[in-house]
């Protein structure tokens, strides 16, 4: 199963490390049969994001978490799409899954046109325990 992880679901694996997004980042790495896909501007986000002051994560967390895709993960430069998005920084995470035909997990399904290969975290996790 091929997949791309929005920022929100980074995010919120790092803040609450027993959470459903923790699990999927968990799944990576324990040979589940999961591909991580992601594009060189995704991974530029994530550490961005992942450094924000606000958040008060630990360093060596941002470096496990950024390590974990990089060396879980296939990074391609997929195509630009031009499909209308509500947030056009967005545009990367559907056009990796797209292109990588993996399902997009989100915690914001309202950012993205309604297709069955975009999911939220909680949808994933009860789509992957069917197979």
Same mark, same amino acid.
């Given at each position: /199963?091929?997949?791309?992880?929005?920022?929100?679901?980074?995010? &919120?694996?790092? +803040?609450?490390?027993?959470?459903?997004?923790?699990?999927?980042? %968990? /799944? *990576?790495? #324990?040979?589940?049969?999961?591909? +991580?896909? $992601?594009?060189?501007?995704?991974?530029?986000?994530?550490?961005?994001?992942? &450094?924000?002051?606000?958040? @008060?994560?630990?360093?060596?967390?941002?470096?496990?978490?950024?390590?974990?895709? @990089?060396?879980?993960?296939? +990074?391609?430069?997929?195509?630009?799409?031009?499909?209308?998005?509500? %947030?056009?920084?967005?545009?990367?995470? $559907? %056009?990796?899954? @797209?292109?990588? #035909?993996? /399902?997009?997990?989100?915690?914001? *399904?309202?950012? $993205?046109?309604? #297709?069955?290969?975009?999911? &939220?975290?909680?949808?994933?996790? #009860?789509?992957?325990?069917?197979?």
């Amino acid at each position: /199963m091929n997949i791309v992880l929005d920022t929100n679901v980074i995010i &919120s694996a790092a +803040l609450s490390p027993h959470g459903n997004c923790a699990k999927i980042i %968990d /799944m *990576l790495t #324990e040979q589940n049969n999961i591909q +991580l896909y $992601y594009g060189y501007e995704i991974c530029v986000e994530y550490t961005k994001v992942l &450094s924000r002051p606000r958040l @008060k994560l630990a360093a060596d967390v941002q470096f496990a978490i950024i390590e974990t895709i @990089k060396e879980t993960g296939v +990074l391609i430069n997929p195509p630009l799409t031009e499909i209308p998005l509500p %947030d056009e920084s967005d545009r990367i995470f $559907y %056009d990796t899954a @797209k292109a990588s #035909e993996a /399902m997009l997990i989100t915690g914001n *399904l309202k950012h $993205y046109p309604i #297709e069955d290969w975009i999911v &939220s975290p909680t949808q994933f996790l #009860e789509t992957f325990s069917k197979n």
